[in-house]
């Protein structure tokens, strides 16, 4: 019998580990206030902007406001192309994507649906590991949380699918070792070509930490091995390329750059329409009140705002019914 078929969906650990998880964005919220203050302003929207407004008695509160703010992002259909390409290697020229907008643009939630959703389908498997780099304070918070990752039973059943039997030891063996840079380069080499992409978001706020050897150490690693690692960043600040690409040019490292523009306020009450249609709700709303919220409510191009007003209203109603 083959060694390999002996060992098959045997992993190291007996229970599955949670993988990590990038923290997700507190989305603001405006503090309940009374029922009379709820009547004037709480909301720009009057009672007759509401359709069929005691349906709102039947809803899951909680099921509704987390699909609003998790349902599928609309109108980045271009963006959403390069970054898929870029995932899928097609971009051969570099091993490094770096996006960049204003907050509430959509950047994160859409890589992150890419990576959950879009690339689900296809038959070849991605390694995926994000983190905020607000957690990161030095590179061993980076490789404590990057094996933590990896130390997973279904990544391991993955490993051992993907491995012959000795490659597959060592590399459980590498993953028992204390984390570092120098474990983590001999994970990626016993990879070989297997894509793995690392998403560092906020990483104008690693950079700001003026520790130039945490950061360039992490934003070399691609560079560092042929294999099948790339790296995604993301920032909040437009400007901050300026800044780093210069150096970043300096050591050899080549960047693709997507920028999500903010979106315009015709783009808001779309996106707006389609997330209400998308998880059922649209019904609740006339087109004038979504036409308002987009236009008063929001000058930034940033949506977040919007959402946080619609699930107010919607919670509003369903305590004054």
Same mark, same amino acid.
């Given at each position: 019998m083959n060694q390999k078929n002996k060992r098959k969906n045997k992993s190291p650990l007996k229970n599955k580990t949670k993988s990590y998880q990038k923290k997700s964005y507190n989305i603001y919220r405006t503090k309940s206030k009374s029922k009379e203050a709820n009547t004037e302003s709480s909301s720009p929207i009057s009672k007759t902007d509401l359709k069929s407004k005691n349906n709102f008695e039947i809803l899951d509160l909680k099921d509704i406001t987390?699909?609003?703010?998790? #349902? &599928?992002? +609309?109108?980045?259909?271009?963006?959403?192309?390069?970054?898929?390409?870029?995932?899928k290697l097609k971009e051969k020229n570099s091993k490094t994507l770096f996006? #960049?907008?204003?907050?509430?643009?959509? &950047? !994160?939630?859409?890589?992150?649906?890419?990576?959950? =959703?879009?690339? /689900?389908?296809?038959?070849?498997?991605?390694?995926? +590991?994000?983190?905020?780099?607000l957690s990161i304070n030095s590179t061993d918070d980076f490789y404590d949380a990057v094996f933590k990752y990896l130390n997973d039973a279904t990544i391991y059943n993955y490993f051992n699918e993907i491995l012959e039997e000795k490659k597959y030891n060592y590399l459980i063996k590498l993953l028992k070792e204390k984390p570092s840079?120098? /474990?983590?380069?001999?994970?990626? =080499? !016993?990879?070989? &070509?297997?894509?793995?992409?690392?998403?560092?978001?906020?990483?104008?706020? $690693?950079?700001?930490?003026?520790?130039? +050897?945490? +950061? @360039? #150490?992490? $934003?070399?690693?691609?560079?560092?091995?042929?294999?099948?690692?790339?790296?995604? $960043?993301?920032?909040? =600040?437009?400007?901050?390329?300026?800044?780093?690409?210069? &150096?970043?040019?300096?050591?050899?490292?080549?960047?693709?750059?997507?920028?999500?523009?903010?979106?315009?306020?015709?783009?808001?009450?779309?996106?707006? !329409?389609? %997330?209400?249609? /998308?998880?059922?709700?649209? %019904?609740?709303?006339? =087109?004038?009140?979504?036409? @308002?919220?987009?236009?008063?409510?929001? %000058?930034?191009?940033?949506i977040r705002p919007i959402i946080s007003i619609i699930k107010e209203i919607i919670l509003n109603n369903k305590t004054k019914i």
């Open positions: 987390e699909k609003l703010g998790n #349902s &599928k992002i +609309f109108c980045r259909d271009e963006e959403k192309k390069e970054i898929i390409d870029f995932i996006v #960049s907008g204003q907050p509430g643009t959509g &950047k !994160t939630s859409l890589i992150v649906e890419i990576l959950n =959703n879009d690339l /689900s389908e296809n038959k070849e498997y991605f390694l995926k +590991f994000s983190i905020n780099c840079q120098n /474990s983590f380069l001999k994970i990626l =080499n !016993t990879l070989g &070509k297997t894509p793995f992409i690392i998403l560092l978001d906020e990483i104008d706020f $690693l950079y700001k930490r003026k520790d130039d +050897f945490l +950061f @360039f #150490s992490l $934003l070399t690693i691609p560079y560092l091995t042929n294999t099948g690692v790339k790296m995604i $960043l993301i920032s909040n =600040n437009a400007d901050f390329d300026n800044e780093i690409f210069p &150096k970043l040019k300096n050591r050899n490292i080549t960047i693709k750059k997507i920028i999500f523009k903010p979106y315009t306020h015709k783009q808001l009450a779309s996106i707006m !329409t389609l %997330k209400l249609e /998308s998880i059922g709700l649209l %019904k609740y709303f006339s =087109n004038d009140a979504i036409k @308002f919220l987009s236009a008063k409510m929001n %000058k930034s191009g940033d």
